[in-house]
């Protein structure tokens, strides 16, 4: 009685819910998880070089573009779960092999002692803005959100125009390790403001630093603020299906979401019957980033390419 868990979230949220389904089914979970310096990249290249012999049952994904890059490959299989069905369209495939649940928001976290109020940066353009350089920082955009960030954009502005402003940034900015390295640099007030999760910023927030939460691009006619789920799949050829299909209900369940969202990493629920925490937006109190996700799969290689090449040689 045992399943095979990939999963890009964080161990130390992701963990819990692993084990109270362990609790609730007597389902033993055995979860391989990520490194904060591959992300989700990593394990996609996992189930890709696996592909003739699967070992994993469900992927756990903390974004959503590599998700879709496995299920555009013809690795995800087909189940249409009930609760996942009780989920806005925009956040499942119609063919129903993934699901997206408890997003998290792509934001600006920004030092309120080395910007005042009314200086505060309000969109990810101003990571570009020369007033700000050397003194704001982004994550390498190599892996995890940040590069599925750049794939979005190249979806919703075209490549030449996200590559321009990928240029912008990578002279304009600290690159650091990671998205939670970003937001421990702000908090520490070695920069004054970087582009990271809600999640590593809200860590920052309730631990009493000098930091605020801006969402980025909420003017009229603006970008708006990226919203990024989790998703789930079952792996083509899943030693363990029918347990997987337990394990992607439980999942979606708003309990879950309800869970997550209180916790440390304050995810943004979409299911309808989630309750949010106080600490977490809600998706209708933003005004979000229109993004098909499908387009941003299919250019992520021309996108993780370019990014290869322009930070490497920053290097």
């Not at 369209?89 to 109020?117: C, E, K, M």
């Not at 959100?145 to 240029?167: D, I, K, S, V, Y």
């Not at 337990?246 to 708003?254: G, N, T």
Request: proline share 6%; aromatic share 8%; hydrophobic share 40%.
């Amino acid at each position: 009685d045992e399943l095979i868990v990939y999963t890009a979230l964080d161990e130390e949220f992701s963990r819990e819910i692993l084990d109270r389904f362990t609790a609730e089914t007597g389902i033993r979970v055995r979860a391989k998880y990520d490194t904060e310096s591959t992300k989700t990249v990593g394990l996609t290249q996992a189930i890709l070089a696996e592909r003739r012999r699967p070992r994993c049952d469900v992927f756990w994904n903390n974004e959503v573009v590599n998700m879709l890059r496995l299920d555009q490959a013809g690795l995800l299989a087909a189940y249409d779960s009930p609760v996942g069905a009780e989920y806005p369209s925009q956040w499942h495939s119609p063919d129903h092999r993934w699901y997206g649940f408890a997003a998290r928001a792509r934001v600006l976290i920004v030092n309120t002692d080395l910007v005042a109020a009314e200086d505060r940066p309000a969109s990810i353009r101003a990571l570009a803005d020369p007033r700000w350089k050397g003194n704001a920082a982004i994550a390498k955009p190599l892996a995890g959100t940040t590069a599925t960030h750049a794939a979005c954009l190249a979806a919703a502005w075209g490549q030449e125009p996200m590559e321009e402003f990928f240029r912008a940034v990578q002279a304009n900015v600290q690159v650091l390790g990671g998205n939670k390295q970003v937001a421990q640099a702000v908090a520490r007030g070695e920069v004054a403001f970087g582009l990271t999760d809600t999640d590593d910023a809200t860590i920052e927030v309730e631990a009493g630093r000098p930091v605020t939460i801006v969402y980025p691009d909420q003017g009229e006619g603006e970008l708006g603020t990226l919203l990024i789920p989790n998703t789930v799949g079952i792996i083509a050829g899943a030693p363990h299906e029918n347990r997987a299909k337990q394990l992607v209900d439980y999942l979606l369940s708003p309990q879950v979401e309800t869970r997550l969202s209180a916790g440390p990493s304050a995810q943004i629920p979409l299911h309808p019957e989630a309750t949010p925490s106080e600490r977490a937006a809600a998706p209708s109190e933003l005004r979000t980033m229109e993004v098909d996700f499908q387009e941003a799969a299919l250019r992520w290689e021309t996108t993780a390419r370019f990014l290869r090449d322009l930070f490497a040689a920053a290097d």
